[in-house]
């Protein structure tokens, strides 16, 4: 594992980054990153995805509220679930959709921080290369993206652990329709697949966290549009479930969302309301597992000490709609 702190100077991260994209996209070995803690041991962060529109299906509200409840909880950092520019990711490192999806779009100083950002699956019919390139984190140091990766958030407190979910979803392969995927680096799919959930597998295994979070682009659990993802159900619950993650964290259903699990202590989040919702289409759940569905647009606030994890989700003009904290499990009969 490589470690790089938050005090790692720019050019030796941009070294480290170019290393990555030369080595690491046939190896799957995950770098990690360190996030420290404030003073007084918390960290807090904001979590939004599918949002790329140019500011455009109340981007640039749910942007505004950000950056409220963001100085309001003084964020440490700000993660990306993925499906960061629409329709077909970036053109290149100099499409202007950076600038006017990311860049021009969360102006806020509280949310001026690092953002940790992982790739949905519209960003896999643009050019990948382009969106994990050094140049976007020369025009905004704020941008680290890969395609997989931990970051350790506070010492022994929380690890995230960063999945690349495009590659594990078969009908994009099979069935691609008229996108254009740009898979390099990624073939030969089984071999990357199967490298990446020993990484994954290894890495939860090593983890002393306290808390241990794993960010994807794809449902595991949602009654949304899209619905559970077969082949995360198949090959990264398991491992959640035998290394006892807290959180599993996604985007892509456009929706705010939290399933828990009556087999295991995981929270099912789906924060993937940055742009465009309302799709209307909500597939029947279980009410006793389904703790909050909301169509719209929002994020989610994460609050994390030795002791406890609260998440919040909040609509377009930064109302809470739903709260929840890890001392609520003791309520559960399992
Ligand atoms: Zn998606």
Known sequence: MVVLSQKTTLPTLLLFLLGLLSVCCCRAE???FEHEAKPDGSISFLVVGDWGRKGLYNQSHVALQMGMIGEKLDVDFVISTGD?????GLTGVSD???????????TDPSLQKQWYIVLGNHDYRGNVEAQLSPSLTDMDSRWLCLRSFILNAGTEMAEIFFV????????????????VYDWKGVLPRKKYIENLLLEVESSLGESTAKWKIVVGHHTIKSAGHHGNTDELNMLLLPLL?????????????????HISS??????????????????????????????FYYDGQGFMSVEVTQMDV???????????LHKWSTSELGKFVI
Request: charged share 25%; net charge negative; proline share 6%.
């Open 262 to 291: 009556p087999e295991s202590r995981i929270q099912f989040l789906t924060s993937g309301g940055g742009s465009k919702a309302w799709k209307g289409d909500i597939n029947p759940w279980n009410p006793r597992e389904m703790k």
């Open 164 to 179: 690349d979910t495009t590659p594990f979803v078969t009908t994009y392969f099979t069935n691609p329709k008229e996108h």
């Open 310 to 320: 609260g998440i919040k989700f909040y609509d377009v003009f930064g109302n809470e």
């Open 30 to 32: 995950l770098l990690r």
């Open 241 to 257: 479930q035998a290394y006892d993650v807290d959180f599993y964290i996604n985007g892509h259903d456009h929706c705010l969302e």
């Open 84 to 88: 960061n520019f629409y329709e077909d």
């Open 96 to 106: 202007p959709a950076f600038h006017q999806s990311f860049s021009d779009v969360y």
